[in-house]
């Protein structure tokens, strides 16, 4: 068992994931209960995306550790959660500009993973909101 650390900081002894061949059918099945979130992939590797956007993918460089998740996250909450849980959240040179930190989710409980996803959904739907939108080019026609 290992302690899971709660986003607001405080721990909980528990069982955490198991891990197996497929470290992503946990992530998959909390993810899907969010609304407009839907399975994908991104680098042959199983993702969820809301709207299209990446929430969550199994980290697929070779720099990552084996059954890691890549979760969007700001920089902020990424900094946030390394500092707490190191042995539950680390990053690599190559996720450096990227707002995400990679998750080991061997030491993760389910109830701590809905946390961490919704995080991600509010933090990927927010960038949705705040993105502007790009205006099409108005179609050339002759005039007559």
Not at 71 to 99: C, G, M, Q, T, W
Not at 102 to 127: E, I, M, N, Q, T
């Amino acid at each position: 068992m290992y302690p899971v650390v709660k986003l607001d900081g405080s721990f909980r002894e528990r069982g955490a994931m198991r891990r197996n061949k497929n470290d992503f059918e946990m992530v998959r099945k909390i993810g899907l209960t969010f609304p407009d979130v839907e399975e994908s992939t991104v680098y042959g590797s199983p993702a969820l995306k809301l709207k299209g956007k990446l929430l969550a993918c199994m980290a697929s460089h070779r720099s990552a550790e084996p059954g890691s998740l890549v979760l969007r996250v700001s920089f902020e909450d990424r900094a946030e959660l390394i500092s707490e849980a190191p042995r539950i959240y680390y990053l690599k040179e190559h996720y450096l500009n990227y707002e995400s930190v990679l998750v080991r989710l061997s030491r993760v409980h389910p109830d701590l993973l809905r946390d961490l996803l919704g995080l991600a959904y509010r933090f990927v739907s927010g960038k949705a909101k705040n993105r502007p939108r790009s205006k099409k080019p108005a179609s050339r026609r002759a005039k007559s």
